[in-house]
């Protein structure tokens, strides 16, 4: 697999998940860290958002419970929520999701992940 191709096929898979958002994130890293942006551009997007095992909703959801479970990530959480409602998860089940990680990674965890949540529904209402 050619490093060039998996650049960009990366690319094109972060903005069909996360739009004007993954590029605020790679722009965050210019100044600091160039090539920690290539990297994740190539490796999450480029294979592991790329493959067809899954379909962009359930990698979605999936990211959504991993960092609600972390807990202490809420600016990643922010853009992968709004990741999962630009590839058609709903709201209810971005809050079935982070309600099911209470079970797993305790009640903090959720409401922190529900805060969150929140937070990015209110943005898209305008709010």
Known sequence: ?????????????????????????LESLDGIAPDFARYLIEFPFGDIYSRPGLDLKSREISVVAALTALGHVAPQLKVHIQGALNVGVTRTEVVETIMQMAVYAGFPAALNGLAVAKEVFAQGDGE
Do not use: F, P, S
């Open 1 to 25: 697999m050619n490093t060039q191709n998996r650049y960009e096929r990366g690319l094109a898979k972060l903005r069909e998940i996360d739009g004007e958002a993954g590029d605020r994130v």
